[in-house]
């Protein structure tokens, strides 16, 4: 029988959502979901000088709006700081870790002695107890840190799930810090922080995980980690490191290089599905398929097909894909996105049956729901047309015909049967091709030449707003 899978994304808060613990988050729920287990939430809060209550509100949000449902937490390892002691203590007395007093100028010193001899910087081990050897005698007024006592010997090796097997040596690792004393301005009693190192092993053991997705940068971490849960005697994950994700220029995605947020994402017009599925193809395939559902990602998503090597972001392709969402999308939700959108702007617009359809006529033309509400908004705000363009179509040879097709507006059925008729008549009376009233009309009332059919789009505007922008003529 095989156990039940559980698997965790485990951001921190120190900043926004990132698109990689995002597509990390995604590969993990679905992992789960796809062999019916558990998909966890854990919030890695021990960095205290970075960590925020705005950022854990953010990821939380985030994941919300991505629609990654979590079957447990969130768990704040700030609250259990009681049961990472409780696993330091007894790694003490199991001889597996040992307390360190080497104060940060010694630890500067050996550092500096060791790069003189050309040799690799590491920890030196002269606080770990050894059979035989005698220690001196803790320095007064200095706090210890606890250090795992890592195996000396031996081969660290893990099949991973992306990148295959890997093996590195102890001898390239040293004894890592895992427990830090409280700092000196801390209150009396308060408990010393474990580092990522130590506290994730415990959590992911207390907490049954079975899988762990995340970024390649932990790859140096995870021998440490395999390490720890063996001297604990924990039964070891499995671990897939998921690729950086480049930007567009090759070089790391990184704030410099445009949104990298979640939250930059859904204000800039995205929608989750979309996000979920363009993600999902960052660094995993299923065959060429390039849309699919979330019930066919979870379907599919069994942990292999997961690529190597690193993906790059494509702000084209993402357009592509919200595009072809948005097109699908139902125009009432399309409505409430595109009111936020335009609330955004300072611009207070009715969800009502007007906007819907507004949504409905636009939407075949936008990659984004703010490209959709720049549409909306131009029934809200009259366009200034530029001098130029204005000189070029609206001539004095065609200005005889807008007057009269005015006129006709004026007192037409409103409505985009009735619109086209007074168009029709007019070019019949002024013996003009579509084109040459179009145009100059999209332009006064739309600001721009390039409109869905100009019939439709102009029943759309109250009418006397629409008359008054070819008041001027
Ligand atoms: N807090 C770590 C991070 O955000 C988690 C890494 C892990 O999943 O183990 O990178």
Redesign the pocket.
């Known amino acids: 029988m095989t156990s039940l899978i559980r698997t965790r994304?485990?951001?921190?808060p120190t900043g926004f959502l990132h698109l990689g613990?995002a597509r990390?988050a995604l590969y993990s729920w679905a992992f789960a979901r796809h062999f019916g287990g558990q998909f966890i939430l854990r919030i890695?809060d021990t960095d205290v000088a970075r960590s925020t209550q705005e950022s854990v509100e953010q990821i939380l949000q985030s994941m919300k709006w991505l629609g990654l449902a979590y079957d447990e937490g969130p768990i704040y390892q700030m609250q259990r700081l009681q049961r990472y002691h409780e696993v330091v203590e007894q790694m003490i007395a199991a001889g597996t870790a040992y307390r360190c007093w080497c104060t940060p100028a010694e630890l500067d010193e050996m550092r500096e002695q060791q790069k003189a001899r050309g040799e690799k910087t590491r920890y030196d081990g002269r606080w770990r107890p050894v059979p035989g050897k005698v220690l001196p005698a803790p320095p007064a007024g200095v706090k210890p840190v606890v250090r795992f006592a890592n195996p000396l010997h031996g081969v660290v090796t893990w099949d991973d799930l992306v990148k295959g097997p890997i093996s590195i040596s102890n001898e390239e690792i040293d004894d890592l810090i895992i427990l830090r004393p409280a700092p000196d301005d801390a209150l009396p009693g308060s408990l010393g922080i474990p580092t990522?190192n130590f506290a994730?092993v415990v959590d992911d053991w207390d907490m049954r995980i079975t899988h762990?997705f995340?970024?390649d940068?932990?790859i140096n971490n995870t021998p440490w980690q395999i390490n720890i849960y063996r001297a604990l005697g924990a039964a070891v994950p499995a671990f897939g490191h998921c690729p950086i994700i480049l930007g567009d220029d090759g070089l790391k995605l990184s704030k410099r290089r445009g949104a990298v947020s979640v939250t930059a994402y859904e204000e800039g017009g995205y929608l989750p599905e979309a996000m979920l599925n363009y993600l999902a193809r960052l660094g995993w395939s299923h065959g060429d398929d390039e849309l699919f559902t979330q019930e066919q990602m979870v379907q599919w998503f069994d942990g292999t097909h997961l690529a190597k090597s690193p993906a790059q972001w494509d702000p084209a392709k993402l357009a592509w894909v919200n595009a072809q969402y948005i097109k699908q999308a139902d125009d009432a939700r399309l409505a409430t996105l595109v009111q936020q959108q335009l609330h955004r702007r300072g611009l207070a617009v009715a969800h009502d049956a007007t906007l819907v359809v507004q949504c409905a006529l636009f939407k075949d033309r936008c990659s984004t729901t703010v490209e959709l509400a720049d549409w909306v908004a131009l029934y809200h705000a009259a366009p200034e047309p530029s001098e130029e363009e204005r000189a070029q179509l609206v001539t004095e040879a065609v200005v005889p015909a807008l007057r009269a097709l005015r006129e006709r507006l004026a007192s037409c059925e409103w409505t985009k049967e009735g619109v086209a008729a007074a168009l029709k008549q007019t070019l019949g009376e002024f013996g003009l091709k579509m084109p040459a009233l179009a145009m100059p009309l999209r332009l006064l009332v739309c600001g721009r030449v390039q409109t869905p059919s100009v019939d439709a789009v102009l029943a759309l505007f109250a009418r006397e707003e629409a008359l008054k922008r070819l008041r001027g003529v």
Do not use: F, L, N, Q
């Open positions: 994304i485990a951001p921190s613990t990390t890695e990522y994730v762990v995340r970024g940068e932990h």
